[in-house]
């Protein structure tokens, strides 16, 4: 067996906590060696104020998995990379689709893997639905994402700036499902997106695509939904209708409930990585984030009301 990865984190805030550790942990291909952040300390491993002074200090790092928002990956990313380091990428993969491009160019020109994660892609339901519509005709689908935006970001100021793409945050989840399910491809035909009067990014978004065929797609992300929460799509095809459910995790078709399984996303993004890495290949898919470039290009904008997030924020 040959020896686990020399793995180090970057970014120690509420998905490392939630997701990467426990998965790191549970996946014998890699072994956590040191963490790099400005807050937090993590028992066990070397703790570094900074990636730089990580990289410095502990050469024998081999691989990389990055967590911070997407506006201050792409620095650390390329040093990385530039390092002979693999790494992994939380989603969205960055801020704008040229850095991501240079990216894919200093971990090819450096020989490492680059894979940048879609977390949403490793539901369970997610391959079995890309299977069944395989060779299917595709008529329209419909994607419901809607959430409290108070309940899943609280104080996360970060994702109504500039490149923290706002309710696209978790609507990019959707599009990196429907770009792994589809079997034709769909581009976006208009958009309408609501900014909060004190807010840089949007709350809610309308989105309308077209693909071949006459197929039609629409999909609402709204960050203002209290009560139960919504992550559906469905595809309406030549042989019947298909829904995704629980951003991924219940599988139906016709109403018949095909597959349910418990989340293990993190579980199956660490597992590809090893594959990766071991392969020598990258995974960089960006057309999730070329959906919503075209919709910042395309969108017409509407203020709504501001939005606080805390007792007394008047930001
Ligand atoms: P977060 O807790 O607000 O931030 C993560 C960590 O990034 C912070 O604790 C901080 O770590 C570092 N950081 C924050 N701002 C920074 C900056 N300006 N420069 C450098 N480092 C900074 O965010 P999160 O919810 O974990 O999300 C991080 C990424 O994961 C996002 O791209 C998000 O879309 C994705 N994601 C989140 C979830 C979720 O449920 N929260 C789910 C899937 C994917 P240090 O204090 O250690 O420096």
Known sequence: ????????????GKIARDQHLPSIARNPAFRLVAAASRNARLDGVENFATAAEM?????????????????????????????GKHVLLEKPPGATLSEIENLTRIADASGVTLF?????????????????????????????W???VRHWHPGQDWIWE??????????????SILTRILPVPIWLTGAELSFPENRAAPIAARLSFQGPSDVTAEALFDWRQTGP???DIAVETDAGKLILSSGG???????????????????????????????????VDVSPLRHVADAFMLGRRHIVEP?????GDRH
């Not at 990389?64 to 390092?83: D, K, N, S, T, Y």
């Not at 940048?116 to 419901?144: C, N, Q, Y």
């Not at 939005?307 to 007792?311: F, P, Q, S």
């Open 307 to 311: 939005l606080h997030d805390r007792a």
């Open 55 to 83: 990289f410095d200090a502990m050469p024998k790092i081999e691989a990389v998995a990055l967590c911070m928002p997407p506006q201050a990956r792409h620095a650390i990313a390329a040093e990385a990379l530039g390092r």
């Open 249 to 283: 995790a219940s599988l139906a078709i016709d109403n018949g409930v095909v597959s349910e399984a418990p989340e293990a996303e993190y579980d199956g993004i660490y597992a590809r990585f090893a594959e990766l890495i071991a392969a020598r290949e990258s995974d």
């Open 162 to 175: 500039p490149g923290g793409l706002g309710v696209f945050d978790p609507g990019i989840n959707a599009l």
């Open 146 to 148: 809607m959430e409290d």
């Open 116 to 144: 940048a994660t879609w977390h949403s892609r490793f539901a369970p339901g997610v391959e079995p639905a890309r299977d069944w519509l395989a060779g299917k005709t595709i008529r329209s689908v419909r994607i419901d």
């Open 1 to 12: 067996m040959t020896a686990p990865t020399a793995l180090a984190i970057v970014g120690v």
């Open 229 to 231: 929460q919504t992550w």
